[in-house]
């Protein structure tokens, strides 16, 4: 009995400090959206014991660091949301544990959302979340993106691409960008050293076909760590020649 008491206290707890996070980030929310965040915590916390879903182990650096980071970007998305409607589509390029694209699903619940992992037991995790949330709209799709980035059915058919601790900015934009709309946005989550990634890439994500519009800088609530994103829009066409074939981008990085 006394250890029911503590789960229970425990998981408010949690949610307070969800909750707190959440409205220190200016993002609205309701109930449901904070207890799909906490059943998503659960599922990360059983599936550990059998594999590495993440580095973090402790739950409120989860919360932290993970669930809030993910949510720093609602923002932009949301504008990305407004101007294009409920048609919008997003895909999570590296999605490895769900981050950023479960939180950012749970709270866009009419979008579509592609969760695009490479790694097999990554993938039997996030349709485990996707059936246990119920998250509509979502599909996880076991493959590299640089052979996605290739076929006409995901070519440039995204409004919305994000990524989150995947690969220094030129890669990432050669991953990325092929699968952008024009008019569409790459959301590059990026830490301190995105001054020196940024000029070190321009000119590969110029001549990718994008242009960056804006850098923004959000502190992570409960934490010192500042996040940045980084809003790069798609302005033209991929050349055809990009992405490169499997490994090449990471292994040869572009430089113009």
């Given at each position: 009995?006394?250890?029911?008491?503590?789960?229970y206290?425990?998981?408010?707890?949690?949610?307070?400090?969800l909750?707190?996070?959440?409205?220190?980030?200016?993002?609205?929310?309701?109930?449901k959206?904070?207890?799909?965040l906490?059943k998503?915590?659960?599922?990360?916390?059983?599936?550990?014991?059998?594999m590495?879903?993440?580095?973090?182990?402790d739950?409120?650096?989860i919360?932290d660091?993970?669930?809030?980071?993910?949510?720093s970007?609602?923002?932009?998305?949301?504008?990305e949301?407004?101007k294009?409607?409920?048609?919008?589509?997003l895909?999570?390029?590296?999605?490895?544990?769900g981050?950023?694209?479960?939180?950012?699903?749970?709270?866009?619940?009419?979008?579509?959302?592609?969760?695009?992992e490479a790694?097999?037991?990554?993938?039997?995790?996030?349709?485990?979340?996707v059936?246990?949330?119920e998250?509509?709209k979502?599909a996880?799709?076991?493959?590299?993106?640089?052979?996605?980035g290739?076929?006409?059915e995901?070519?440039?058919?995204?409004?919305?691409?994000?990524?989150?601790?995947?690969?220094?900015l030129g890669?990432?934009?050669?991953?990325?960008?092929?699968?952008c709309?024009i008019?569409?946005?790459?959301?590059a989550?990026?830490?301190?050293?995105?001054?020196?990634?940024?000029?070190e890439?321009?000119?590969?994500?110029?001549?990718?076909?994008?242009?960056?519009?804006?850098?923004?800088l959000?502190?992570?609530?409960?934490?010192?760590?500042i996040?940045?994103?980084?809003?790069?829009?798609k302005?033209?066409?991929?050349?055809?020649?990009?992405?490169?074939?499997?490994?090449?981008?990471?292994?040869?990085?572009?430089?113009?």
């Amino acid at each position: 009995m006394e250890e029911r008491k503590y789960t229970y206290s425990r998981i408010n707890n949690l949610v307070k400090r969800l909750n707190i996070g959440m409205l220190s980030l200016g993002v609205s929310f309701n109930k449901k959206n904070s207890n799909d965040l906490i059943k998503y915590l659960e599922l990360i916390k059983q599936y550990q014991k059998k594999m590495n879903i993440t580095a973090i182990r402790d739950v409120n650096d989860i919360i932290d660091k993970h669930f809030l980071d993910s949510l720093s970007a609602i923002q932009f998305i949301q504008k990305e949301v407004d101007k294009s409607g409920s048609n919008v589509q997003l895909i999570d390029i590296g999605s490895g544990a769900g981050l950023p694209g479960i939180p950012i699903k749970i709270f866009f619940p009419d979008t579509k959302m592609l969760l695009l992992e490479a790694k097999k037991n990554k993938k039997v995790f996030l349709d485990t979340v996707v059936s246990s949330l119920e998250l509509k709209k979502t599909a996880v799709l076991q493959n590299r993106a640089e052979k996605l980035g290739k076929m006409a059915e995901h070519r440039e058919k995204y409004h919305i691409v994000v990524s989150r601790a995947v690969a220094q900015l030129g890669v990432l934009s050669e991953y990325s960008l092929p699968f952008c709309k024009i008019g569409g946005v790459m959301m590059a989550f990026k830490g301190s050293s995105y001054v020196e990634e940024l000029r070190e890439s321009y000119k590969v994500i110029e001549k990718l076909g994008g242009a960056l519009e804006s850098i923004n800088l959000i502190k992570i609530p409960s934490s010192e760590y500042i996040r940045t994103i980084l809003i790069i829009r798609k302005t033209f066409p991929t050349p055809v020649s990009f992405p490169r074939r499997n490994g090449i981008p990471l292994k040869r990085p572009l430089c113009f």
